[in-house]
């Protein structure tokens, strides 16, 4: 720990932030699969990205269409897709009832990565490919 931290700072959760490809197609997925309210659109040229950020309950999410589209040629893959691979990255979202979730999303074609694990938790893909986690409410 820095010798010069200051300790007494208290920090908590204020937003997660994914990269997406379709800034109305993702939006629409994340309300009508999982309930989350479209807060505002935002547009940042000189940042190159447009955006939007839902909530559900205390929760916000960002969502991110960067303007340049990544170069598809390119042999190198970018650090976010290698964290993907190793299923790092990734939010996480709970229910109180798992099964009925894991069924639901499993119905209405969603991508699912895994089975329900351990009776607590499953792991599924959006449109991106974004790994998110569904876990039983503790």
């Known amino acids: 720990m820095p010798e010069n931290l200051d300790k007494t700072m208290n920090y908590k959760e204020d937003h997660t932030g994914i990269i997406i490809s379709n800034l109305t197609r993702s939006v629409k997925w994340y309300v009508n699969y999982f309930g989350f309210k479209e807060i505002k659109r935002f547009d940042k040229p000189e940042l190159e990205i447009k ?3 839902l ?5 916000f999410l960002e969502l991110i269409e960067p303007r340049i589209k990544q ?3 390119n042999k190198e893959e970018p650090l976010e897709k290698l964290l993907q691979k190793v299923n790092t990255s990734h939010i996480a979202l709970s229910t109180d009832n ?6 639901n999303l499993e119905e209405n074609k969603v991508k699912m990565v895994t089975k ?8 599924i893909k959006d449109p991106d490919g974004v790994l998110i ?5 503790k």
Do not use: V
């Not at 909530?55 to 929760?59: A, G, I, R, T």
């Open 51 to 53: 955006g939007a950020t």
């Open 55 to 59: 909530q559900l309950n205390s929760y």
């Open 71 to 73: 170069n598809r040629d």
């Open 98 to 103: 798992i099964q009925k979730s894991y069924l």
């Open 116 to 123: 329900i694990i351990e009776n607590k938790f499953f792991f």
């Open 133 to 137: 986690e569904i876990r039983k409410n």
